[in-house]
């Protein structure tokens, strides 16, 4: 059932949805793409899940966080970094990142 706000607003609902991880697939952004390629992703879409996994994978490759403060990761000087706008983030509070996600993915639903 279609409510009325999400008949006026699709897009933020679709935005709403791939925040929450509602939407099978999603396609990052050709920044996003490269990011997740050089963590080990392969293809072109995937699962919310998998883009969280393998961006993950890529601070943990590169190194960017804290050795001594885990949580603390510092992207300043990465391309990470660019797409967040921030120099550093913490992942106990990890809405910058599901901010730039919403900005840098879109839904690969199949429309009939």
């Given at each position: 059932?279609?409510?009325?706000?999400?008949?006026?607003?699709?897009?933020?609902?679709?935005?709403?949805?791939?925040?929450?991880?509602?939407?099978?697939?999603v396609r990052p952004?050709?920044?996003?793409?490269?990011?997740?390629?050089?963590?080990?992703?392969?293809?072109?879409?995937?699962?919310?899940?998998?883009?969280?996994?393998?961006?993950?994978?890529?601070?943990?490759?590169?190194?960017?966080y804290d050795k001594?403060?885990?949580?603390?990761?510092?992207?300043?000087?990465?391309?990470?970094?660019?797409?967040?706008?921030?120099?550093?983030?913490?992942?106990?509070?990890?809405?910058?990142?599901?901010?730039?996600?919403?900005?840098?993915?879109?839904?690969?639903?199949?429309?009939?």
């Open positions: 059932m279609t409510t009325p706000s999400s008949a006026q607003h699709p897009a933020a609902e679709n935005a709403c949805r791939i925040a929450l991880g509602q939407a099978n697939q952004k050709l920044p996003l793409l490269k990011i997740l390629q050089a963590a080990g992703a392969q293809g072109e879409t995937f699962t919310l899940k998998e883009v969280m996994h393998y961006l993950g994978q890529y601070i943990m490759v590169r190194q960017l001594r403060q885990q949580h603390m990761v510092y992207c300043g000087r990465d391309q990470l970094g660019e797409l967040l706008g921030l120099e550093s983030f913490s992942v106990k509070d990890p809405s910058p990142v599901y901010e730039m996600l919403k900005r840098n993915l879109t839904s690969a639903a199949v429309t009939v």
